[in-house]
Nanobody
């Protein structure tokens, strides 16, 4: 059974950092396209970052490029999103998604950037 469990969200001040984790089970993260999405209140879902299967080419939304880094630890079967220089507009629920190509979603973790 495929399962994705996100963690690491919380409240952080502007300019701060957080690392989100997405622990996977039922498949290997290196065999799937792994994606972080976010959805702010009242807004549409936004694709934040992607890490491809295999060698792990990455890509980012323009809004987070240079501030966020997606990575994976194959031994831990976990995908990470390191977020730095956080802004209030980064406030959202962050979701991990796996495309195998069947699509699976985690439950989401809240990130709030506020002073």
């Amino acid at each position: 059974q495929v399962q994705l469990v996100e963690s690491g969200g919380g409240l952080v001040q502007p300019g701060g950092s957080l690392r989100l984790s997405c622990a996977a089970s039922g498949f290997t993260v290196s065999s799937a396209l792994m994606i972080w999405h976010r959805q702010a209140a009242g807004k549409e879902s936004e694709l934040v970052a992607i890490i491809a299967r295999g060698i792990g080419i990455t890509n980012y939304a323009d809004s987070v490029k240079g501030r966020f880094t997606i990575s994976r630890d194959n031994a831990k079967n976990t995908v990470y999103l390191q977020m730095s220089s956080l802004k209030p507009e980064d406030t959202a629920v962050y979701y991990c998604k796996a495309s195998k190509p069947d699509t699976y979603w985690g439950q989401g973790t809240q990130v709030t950037v506020s002073s």
